[in-house]
């Protein structure tokens, strides 16, 4: 049994699938000799040969046009971004061309698309962002963001192997900071589409996904030592297509809902949220569906301003007490 | 071709080692081009065509002599444009798939899902373009990506406008093939106008093929009126990059003669400009030509433009009264899984 | 008094706003001796010449790029995209750094982005895109969507003038479809921000905007004939800041909310709106929030195909009934 | 500089129409940027520094040569990238700005909103970068066309580096930009690597300077590390876009002797590689020339190392401790109008 960071896990889910599958191959820029920026592929050029990773130019719209192309030829590329911030200029690339291919022309496109995301790292407007609302709204496109380094292992093999392209947003603040014992040798293959409980309860849910998991587990803890409340955290894993199944079964047990992002509000995924709960368990709600969300601005990144915009495990715990008092 | 109407003997060396039946065959994809164009206009006069219709009228030679240079038996690929209906047919695309396009039909490439001629099917080596012009070339080479990582002998090619240049995608694409030494052709046709832009509104280099000393490939440039030209700077280009010379660039000169959809009424070109051209029709010249060279005879020629004819009638008839798609297909096949999407709640009531 | 179409009226606006303003131009493909793919601008370069009516390459980027540039140097450009889908080559520009320039470095970027949007006209998956959700989460622009002949003169004026990048998508169906009198020398200005009441109505509201405020009228109309129901429409012409009050004002009064659009469901606008009641008038609610919109899927182009995957005004009536009985 | 420190008579005609008070005022700027620098380092070392620090180190002297060919009188503009510090400098930004943008303090240009030296002031006339690499290019031909529309004399300034040239928006914004004649340099720092990337896997080409051809326009070359000669090739193009003739193409060869930023250890990067360019400093090179020409005399330039010192000292202690942005301040400015956002419910709890 060996302990993984959720780097290692995803480099190890990639490692694996690599091996197994010689039509897997990565693309994107810096990731061969260099490792890319956060060693996400360290030593992958070495094992795998500069013909299965491939270091580009700067262009993330032919990244992903190269690795669609390279799909419908029967290869499962896995495209890198450096950050997953300048997934923006691919944005054409995704949702025009490759989420349509199959429903067009009947081309699989078995492709992966990661990279980066998410802030609370200081990493200012342009290195923090969290794409998951800017596509969640293309069908064709499935999403999922791991929260633990078991999914972070699990989601990237499931994704590889997935014939549809699977869009992957890990959370750089997560990298290095979580560790989980993860046999070796089990083939760990998380579902796509399919929520977890992250933690059981029975007064009120929190349902979030990535690092927010964590901020909203902290939350549980602190309400059930101080106010006695049992708080069930679902952790979405798949955001498209999305576990309504998952979601209101814990709307019918707890009958009170708080949906978490750590992305700005507005025309956010907690938005689709309510309005799967609202249309399909409206009856079992005994209080608005609530959200915490960042608020509605660019990200800035001096400390106490990103502290500020970006929602913190205490607001949760205020959320909470306000929706459980309703 | 019975060889009874073939002529006593050839006066003109055969050029671009093309055999007589190769010269007759890119004749016959030639008039099919033309001739099944000018039913899509009628067609489109009687409103049975959806959406717009767009004409490759005068550039013909091009798309058939460069889709023509590919190997087929050796699984070369293309990606055509709006206006490279010649490309497809060679390519293998069948008259009554194009036809069940331009009517939606349900038994269309598409299922009546995708416009025109935008479709494509691995097996015959072509992949639909989508309208976001320049996009096609990062998908190219993605395929031409594929080919050099299986190292097979396969050479992909893909057009791309002289408007279309000034896309983003199309700079990433062939930027990416040339650095990475890629099996791509990318072939320009300079047809004057993008939509109702000239050219020189487009870009402020005079020869569009020198577009490829920013890429550090191979610029060519030819005739794009004169098939058989069009054929040969073409083949050089797919059998060097086959031979692993990597990505190159042709610029085919040549003129859009009608507007850039069938409701254009194209007051934008100079008259003088389209009736110039039209005495340089690359079909015309290619029959010229194979007459007094003595490659083909009249006799074969007229064969041919009957078969044409034929082949059209049939296509036509049986594609014109094909029924449009079933409404519940079109929640097939959005993803492999879940094959099927749900109808709106609304649906049930 | 002069009957305009609604494509008369949005030329009109532009036409005032250039003769008002030099600072004022327009910059788009085609756009200039030929008028635009759509007639919009027809005329506009022999009237206010080459300088301020500015045919461009086939490069999106560019085009809203330079207009940001422009924009920040004190003029006031008008971007115009061919068709409205191929904004999505400009997604970058537009969320990145137009979006974020005053916040980021307060730098005024009062600019348009404008083209022909919406389906109904057999243009298939690339030609009937309806790109508010894509932008809706988007701090720093403002959407606007004109349904009425009045609106798109009076938004578009309201556009040019807002000190902030405003992407305004007309809808090409009412194009021509659509004719009402509008006063010559009427100074008609929208206010961006506020919604319209459409139709009045005490049982049940409809919440929409851009070509289906129709459909939505239409159904009202059939509903009050055959069923006695009187039904709301809102017209909320501004999606993005969203106007809460009027949306909030008609809950309260009908209790009952159906929300439509044109756009496929998952991550659409249609989710913002309902989770926006949902926690602000929940318990004003008598019903769930229904959403009545497209299909998740590209939108194809056969007759038979487009018709079923797009909304209808008897959806619109079965939906409306079905929330009545609630 | 007092006169009675001046060299007896110069032993060199001045060099590029530069009188001795530019050419120490060039200098000038050079040895504040590397200092500025040095004391970012520091600051760095110390954890006082929010976010990655990126050095321009062995790439100053472009940086300073090019900005200085600007005509601030006239009103000329620059869009710096992330290694263009001595550009800024030379545009009017102050060490203090720096200093307090690289530590988000409250009374930072951007309020501490944006990282680094991503900051701007019309007035001054130059515009802050985003990340997104290419993206000012689009935006700085629009600045270009505001000029030509108003017919005003001014010219604009872009830098790119070797790796940003392959993205879209770089080619969309030169191609805009040449085919409307827009006055527009653009500018690029060939430092040899893009993070961890070599130039030639960034494109096929040999010299950068030859993608200007793809766009119809003139390519120039420069040794980048000589501050006089980027001076004359950037004011040359400068000069040439001021009189109408249009957009230009500068590549400046050059080397990027530390790691992307500091975080990275550059063991890509050849150690004899990084030896060979540390020979070949433009500071000391200026230094050098500065002297045995006689353009400048030794006690001139120590007093412009001392001045920069003083100048640094000064503004890191008056940066220092001063405080970070007050929380609401967050909410400001996204729009016009609203000025201010509304706080999040669950902070009113
Ligand atoms: C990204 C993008 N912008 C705009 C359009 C609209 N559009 C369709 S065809 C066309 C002109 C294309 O000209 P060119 O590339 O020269 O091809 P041609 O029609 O001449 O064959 C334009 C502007 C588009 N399809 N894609
Ligand atoms: C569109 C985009 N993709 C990727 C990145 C990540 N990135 C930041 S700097 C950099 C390398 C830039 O190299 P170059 O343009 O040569 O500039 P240099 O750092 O050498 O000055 C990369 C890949 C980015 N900022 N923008
Ligand atoms: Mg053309
Ligand atoms: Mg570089």
Same mark, same amino acid.
């Given at each position: 049994?060996?302990?993984?960071?959720?780097?290692?896990?995803?480099?190890?889910?990639?490692?694996?699938?690599?091996?197994?599958?010689?039509?897997?191959?990565?693309?994107?820029?810096?990731?061969?000799?260099?490792?890319?920026?956060?060693?996400?592929?360290?030593?992958?050029?070495?094992?795998?040969?500069?013909?299965?990773?491939?270091?580009?130019?700067?262009?993330?719209?032919?990244?992903?046009?190269?690795?669609?192309?390279?799909? /419908?030829?029967?290869?499962?590329?896995?495209?890198?971004?450096?950050?997953?911030?300048?997934?923006?200029?691919?944005?054409?690339?995704?949702?025009? %061309?490759?989420?349509?291919?199959? %429903?067009?022309?009947?081309?699989?496109?078995?492709?992966?698309?990661?990279?980066?995301?998410?802030?609370? $790292?200081?990493?200012?407007?342009? /290195?923090?962002?969290?794409?998951?609302?800017?596509?969640?709204?293309?069908?064709?496109?499935?999403?999922?963001?791991?929260?633990?380094?078991?999914? *972070?292992?699990?989601?990237?093999?499931?994704?590889?192997?997935?014939?549809?392209?699977?869009?992957?947003?890990? /959370?750089? %603040?997560? %990298?290095?900071? &979580?560790?989980?014992? &993860?046999?070796?040798?089990?083939?760990?293959?998380?579902?796509?589409?399919?929520?977890? $409980?992250?933690?059981?309860?029975?007064?009120?849910?929190?349902?979030?996904?990535?690092?927010?998991?964590?901020?909203?587990?902290?939350?549980?803890?602190?309400?059930?030592?101080?106010?006695?409340?049992?708080?069930? $955290?679902?952790?979405?894993?798949?955001?498209?297509?999305?576990?309504?199944?998952? &979601?209101?079964?814990?709307?019918?047990?707890?009958?009170?809902?708080?949906?978490? /992002?750590?992305?700005?509000?507005?025309?956010?995924?907690?938005?689709?949220?309510?309005?799967?709960?609202?249309?399909?368990?409206?009856?079992?709600?005994?209080?608005?569906?609530?959200?915490?969300?960042?608020?509605? $601005?660019?990200?800035?990144?001096?400390?106490?301003?990103?502290?500020?915009?970006?929602?913190?495990?205490?607001?949760?715990?205020?959320? *909470?007490?306000?929706?459980?008092?309703? | 071709?019975?060889?009874?109407?073939?002529?006593?003997?050839?006066?003109?060396?055969?050029?671009?080692?093309?055999?007589?039946?190769?010269?007759?065959?890119?004749? !016959?994809?030639?008039? #099919?081009?033309?001739?099944?164009?000018?039913?899509?206009?009628?067609?489109?006069?009687?409103?049975? @065509?959806?959406?717009?219709?767009?004409?490759?009228?005068?550039?013909?030679?091009?798309?058939?002599?460069?889709?023509?240079?590919?190997?087929?038996?050796?699984?070369?690929?293309?990606?055509?444009?709006?206006?490279?209906?010649?490309?497809?047919?060679?390519?293998?695309?069948? =008259?009554?798939?194009?036809?069940?396009?331009?009517?939606?039909?349900?038994?269309?490439?598409?299922?009546?899902?995708?416009?025109?001629?935008?479709?494509?099917?691995?097996?015959?080596?072509?992949?639909?373009?989508?309208?976001?012009?320049?996009?096609?070339?990062? @998908?190219?080479?993605?395929?031409?990506?594929?080919?050099?990582?299986?190292?097979? =002998?396969?050479?992909?090619?893909? !057009?791309?406008?002289?408007?279309?240049?000034?896309?983003?995608?199309?700079?990433?694409?062939?930027?990416?093939?040339? @650095?990475?030494?890629?099996?791509?052709?990318? @072939?320009?046709?300079?047809?004057?106008?993008?939509?109702?832009?000239?050219?020189?509104?487009?870009?402020?280099?005079?020869?569009? +093929?020198?577009?490829?000393?920013?890429?550090?490939?191979?610029?060519?440039?030819?005739?794009?009126?004169?098939?058989?030209?069009?054929?040969?700077?073409?083949?050089?280009?797919?059998?060097?990059?086959? +031979?692993?010379?990597?990505?190159?660039?042709?610029?085919?000169?040549?003129?859009?003669?009608?507007?850039?959809?069938?409701?254009?009424?194209?007051?934008?070109?100079?008259?003088?400009?389209?009736?110039?051209?039209?005495?340089?029709?690359?079909?015309?010249?290619?029959?010229? +030509?194979? #007459?007094?060279?003595?490659? +083909?005879?009249?006799?074969?020629?007229?064969?041919?433009?009957?078969?044409?004819?034929?082949?059209?009638?049939?296509?036509?008839?049986?594609?014109?009264?094909?029924?449009?798609?079933?409404?519940?297909?079109?929640?097939?096949?959005?993803?492999?899984? =879940?094959?099927?999407?749900?109808?709106?709640?609304?649906?049930?009531?």
């Amino acid at each position: 049994m060996a302990e993984l960071t959720y780097l290692e896990a995803l480099r190890q889910g990639m490692w694996e699938e690599m091996e197994r599958d010689e039509r897997v191959f990565i693309l994107g820029e810096d990731i061969g000799a260099y490792g890319g920026a956060f060693k996400v592929t360290d030593g992958f050029q070495q094992k795998f040969g500069e013909h299965r990773v491939i270091d580009t130019p700067i262009a993330e719209a032919a990244i992903v046009g190269a690795a669609a192309g390279a799909a /419908h030829m029967g290869l499962r590329p896995i495209a890198e971004m450096q950050f997953i911030d300048f997934i923006s200029c691919a944005y054409d690339m995704l949702t025009n %061309y490759v989420a349509t291919a199959r %429903y067009r022309a009947g081309l699989p496109t078995p492709m992966v698309v990661r990279g980066p995301s998410g802030g609370y $790292v200081r990493g200012g407007p342009f /290195h923090s962002q969290n794409p998951e609302a800017a596509f969640l709204h293309t069908p064709g496109l499935k999403i999922v963001c791991p929260a633990t380094v078991r999914d *972070a292992k699990g989601l990237i093999k499931s994704a590889i192997r997935d014939d549809d392209p699977v869009l992957y947003f890990e /959370h750089k %603040y997560l %990298y290095r900071r &979580i560790k989980e014992e &993860i046999p070796e040798g089990e083939e760990i293959l998380t579902p796509i589409g399919k929520a977890r $409980v992250a933690r059981e309860g029975k007064d009120l849910t929190i349902i979030t996904w990535s690092a927010m998991v964590f901020k909203a587990l902290e939350a549980a803890e602190k309400l059930e030592q101080e106010d006695g409340l049992s708080v069930e $955290v679902i952790d979405l894993r798949t955001l498209l297509p999305m576990d309504d199944e998952a &979601i209101m079964a814990s709307v019918r047990k707890t009958n009170r809902v708080l949906v978490a /992002h750590e992305d700005t509000r507005t025309g956010g995924v907690a938005g689709e949220i309510t309005a799967r709960i609202n249309d399909q368990a409206f009856e079992w709600l005994d209080a608005p569906v609530k959200r915490v969300t960042a608020h509605d $601005v660019p990200l800035p990144y001096a400390p106490t301003l990103e502290d500020f915009v970006l929602p913190q495990t205490d607001d949760l715990v205020k959320a *909470a007490r306000w929706l459980a008092a309703y | 071709m019975a060889s009874s109407t073939a002529p006593a003997a050839a006066k003109t060396a055969l050029p671009a080692g093309l055999s007589r039946e190769q010269l007759l065959e890119m004749y !016959y994809f030639l008039r #099919l081009t033309r001739a099944l164009e000018e039913r899509l206009v009628n067609l489109y006069r009687q409103t049975k @065509v959806i959406g717009g219709l767009f004409r490759s009228l005068g550039q013909e030679g091009e798309s058939v002599g460069s889709a023509y240079a590919l190997d087929r038996s050796k699984g070369d690929f293309l990606s055509p444009l709006i206006r490279n209906l010649g490309s497809m047919l060679v390519q293998g695309a069948t =008259p009554l798939e194009i036809l069940r396009q331009y009517m939606a039909k349900a038994e269309s490439p598409t299922r009546g899902r995708e416009l025109n001629i935008h479709f494509g099917d691995l097996e015959r080596g072509f992949i639909g373009q989508i309208s976001h012009l320049g996009d096609m070339i990062p @998908v190219m080479a993605g395929v031409a990506l594929s080919f050099k990582m299986r190292k097979q =002998p396969r050479v992909a090619l893909a !057009y791309v406008g002289d408007g279309a240049m000034s896309t983003g995608a199309f700079h990433e694409g062939i930027n990416f093939a040339a @650095v990475q030494r890629l099996p791509l052709v990318i @072939v320009c046709e300079n047809n004057g106008w993008a939509y109702s832009t000239p050219t020189h509104k487009q870009t402020a280099v005079k020869q569009l +093929s020198d577009k490829a000393a920013a890429y550090g490939i191979p610029g060519y440039r030819a005739d794009g009126n004169d098939i058989v030209a069009c054929y040969a700077v073409t083949r050089n280009a797919v059998e060097r990059a086959r +031979s692993g010379g990597g990505a190159s660039l042709i610029e085919f000169v040549t003129y859009r003669r009608k507007g850039h959809a069938e409701h254009d009424n194209q007051s934008y070109q100079p008259k003088e400009q389209i009736a110039e051209w039209e005495m340089n029709d690359p079909v015309d010249r290619f029959h010229g +030509s194979l #007459l007094s060279t003595g490659w +083909s005879s009249g006799a074969e020629l007229d064969a041919v433009d009957t078969r044409v004819q034929n082949e059209l009638d049939a296509a036509v008839e049986l594609c014109e009264n094909e029924p449009l798609p079933a409404v519940n297909t079109a929640l097939e096949g959005v993803y492999a899984s =879940p094959a099927v999407m749900q109808p709106e709640w609304y649906r049930a009531l």
